[in-house]
């Protein structure tokens, strides 16, 4: 009994795997997030596997899933299945049953936005989506405060203002940022500047968001810097 999850484009459909091409048109059922989204990647690439829906909602009909097949593709909506997604919740109940798990490499926002943002990319944490609100936005927000990596956070474009001002107020408006926007799609952004004027720039959010923000380290070594050259210019 084999699961394998397929990571699916997040933008730029030639971004698909060739493995990954091969497991889906080889397997028994493709479970997805969205049949009418991955029936429409099967399509464009002539491929007949059968779907089944398997999303946030459905994750307890998964064991339903595992009985049924024995060989089994699981794909989100984009992306690697079980970043920020429902593959975690599947995975752990194949693993349970016994299930020989196999993970293809392929795309996924979190490893493009932080390699192409300019920032220290050798340690690294992806804190995911932060909680809305509340006292655990809080309290995770509150440790964020400590970190000393480099942090990657996915936002959906209606809480981008807000979490960029929650960031302001953690970090300082000067803090360097680098925001991701609609990657490997026609209008790919990649803004890199202050979280201050990040929130400037994106006062109108639309598409997918990715923010890379600098470890403190970083924001010191700038300061440090503006320092010198106001020095400099003092003729000090
Ligand atoms: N499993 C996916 C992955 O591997 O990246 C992530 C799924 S999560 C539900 C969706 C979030 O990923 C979006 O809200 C956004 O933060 C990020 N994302 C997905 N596609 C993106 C893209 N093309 N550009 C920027 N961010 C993207």
Redesign the pocket.
């Given at each position: 009994m084999h699961l394998v999850l397929v990571?699916t484009p997040?933008?730029n459909l030639e971004d698909i795997t060739l493995r990954a091409l091969r497991v889906l048109r080889e397997v028994e059922v493709v479970a997805c997030e969205d049949t009418r989204r991955t029936g429409f990647l099967l399509d464009h690439f002539g491929i007949e596997t059968p779907t089944v829906r398997l999303d946030q909602h459905t994750v307890g009909r998964a064991a339903a899933l595992l009985e049924r097949h024995r060989y089994v593709a699981y794909a989100?909506?984009?992306?690697?299945?079980g970043?920020?997604?429902p593959?975690a919740e599947l995975v752990r109940l194949a693993l349970e049953w016994g299930w020989r798990v196999e993970a293809l490499p392929g795309?996924?926002?979190?490893i493009p936005?932080l390699v192409v943002s300019g920032l220290p990319t050798h340690r690294f944490v992806f804190e995911g989506?932060l909680p809305p609100k509340g006292k655990e936005r809080r309290a995770r927000l509150a440790r964020l405060a400590k970190e000393d990596r480099t942090v990657v956070l996915?936002?959906?474009p209606h809480r981008l203002a807000r979490t960029l001002q929650d960031l302001a107020e953690l970090y300082g408006e000067t803090h360097p940022i680098a925001v991701?926007?609609?990657?490997?799609?026609r209008h790919e952004e990649v803004y890199r500047g202050t979280i201050g004027q990040a929130l400037e720039h994106f006062q109108e959010a639309r598409?997918?968001?990715?923010l890379v923000l600098g470890p403190r380290a970083v924001r010191e070594a700038l300061d440090e810097r503006a320092l010198l050259a106001q020095l400099e210019a003092q003729g000090l």
């Open positions: 990571p997040i933008g989100t909506d984009a992306g690697t299945p970043i920020s997604d593959g795309p996924t926002a979190l936005a989506f996915y936002e959906a991701a926007r609609e990657l490997t799609k598409g997918e968001f990715v």
